[in-house]
Every structure is written in C-alpha cells, then in structure tokens.
C-alpha cells in the first residue's frame, strides 16, 4: 500500500459544486502539504500545515479550504469550484531530519476536471 | 523572469547514452538544491541533495551546482528506459523550508530501447 493515499484520483465535475479531497498517510511525519500541478506553471503550494492544529496559506489558496483531522488526514476543499481549478492536485508529506532536507513524500495525484 | 528556468524539453535519447538536464536561477540564496523525477502518473520523488556548490555522486546519478553561474545540472549515465520521467528541480534558501521551495517546470525525458 501507499504510504500516502490519495482520494479520489481522478474527478469530474462542474462549475459551482463542492469538491473535497482526501489524504491519508502512513509515514507518521507530522508536516503534510497540497500542492497543484498544472503545464506551464508547474507545482505550486496551496496549503500546508506542520501539526494538527496548524494550518498555513501558501502560495494560491484563494479558493480552497483545508482540514487537518488528524495527523495522517489532511483534506483541501473547493467550495464552489470552477474551471481554472482543473489541475493534477498532489498531497505530500515531511519530517524533521538531520541534516533537514524536507524531503516530500508525494501522494499518486489526484486529476480533477471542471467542467 | 521566472526565478528559476528549466528548459522542458522533451529529451530524446538512446538508451546507454549520457544525459544532461538542467536549470538556471537568479536568486543568489539558494543553498539547497535538489532533482526531483516523476513518472507518468505518479508524484515526484526525490531523487538527489545538494548543499550548496559542488558535485554528488549516486549511482549513475551526478548533481552538480556551480553557484558563481546559478545553474545547477543532473547527469544520467548509461541511461536506462526506466529513466524516462519529467525531471523537477527545485532550490531554496533555507534547508527543509518547503514553504519557500522552487520549483522548475520539470524536463521530460524519454530513454529509448
């Protein structure tokens, strides 16, 4: 099994509707983080959170939500989706080490499409 | 101009031969940086860490980082079909920040048999 997981991995839907997507991990790091893959732009970081109760903005958040429901789940909302979210959305996962590389743990991706 | 600039390609090449990738930046800060490969449908996984200028050996993997130029490279020696993949680079000022990570867009590279 993957050590992060990813739900669902691909998604239809359209303009307006709710969209949540889930991540669990098994690598018991405390640092989780969405990111959005998209051509041409690359990966960019839209929330990221360091423990249970912390939750920060990153790069693009306006128009996504987060959940931190534990330390393995963390969840990125679309309240009202739209088309320019279509993007490859990816959950990753860090810890501490020494030296600390903040090496990412990437889940598979999961593919949503607005229509 | 973007912060940092990688050319995506895609590259071609036959298998066994040696492959070059690369990226360039503009910010002097950077100490840490690192090559990320994804395969098709996958995420990224780490693949090679550098700290600041030099070269690190993996295998058949070599990071190199000249700081005086700002570009840092990866070589892919006897390259293999299994290493066809989008290479991402990525920098930082800070060690183990994500949250000021820099990404490429990724090198796409196809190792044919």
């Known amino acids: 099994d993957a050590d992060v997981t990813q739900t669902p991995r691909n998604r239809i839907t359209k303009t307006g509707k709710r969209i949540m997507l889930e991540c669990s991990q098994t690598?018991?790091?405390?640092?989780m983080y969405w990111y959005r893959q998209d051509p041409g732009l690359g990966l960019r970081l839209i929330y990221y959170s360091f423990d249970v109760k912390d939750i920060n903005k990153g790069e693009i958040s306006d128009g996504y939500s987060v959940s931190r429901q534990a330390q393995a789940k963390f969840s990125l909302s679309l309240e009202s989706a739209i088309p320019n979210q279509t993007a490859l959305y990816f959950c990753?996962?860090?810890?501490?080490?020494?030296?600390?590389?903040?090496?990412?743990?990437f889940g598979e991706g999961s593919r949503l499409t607005v229509l | 101009q973007k912060e940092v600039e990688q050319d995506p390609g895609p590259l071609s090449v036959p298998e066994g031969a040696i492959v070059s990738l690369n990226c360039t930046y503009s910010n002097s800060a950077f100490q840490y940086f690192m090559w990320y490969r994804q395969y098709s449908r996958k995420g990224p996984e780490l693949l090679m860490y550098t700290y600041s200028s030099g070269n690190k050996e993996d295998g058949r993997f070599t990071a190199q980082v000249d700081k005086s130029s700002k570009y840092i490279s990866l070589f892919i020696r006897d390259s293999q079909p299994s290493d066809s993949a989008t290479y991402l680079c990525?920098?930082?000022?800070?060690?183990?920040?994500?949250?000021?990570?820099?990404w490429g867009l990724g090198t796409s590279l196809a190792v044919n048999p």
């Open positions: 990753a996962t860090s810890e501490l080490t020494t030296p600390n590389t903040g090496e990412l743990f």
């Open positions: 990525a920098m930082s000022a800070e060690g183990g920040n994500n949250r000021k990570l820099i």
């Open positions: 690598k018991g790091h405390d640092r």
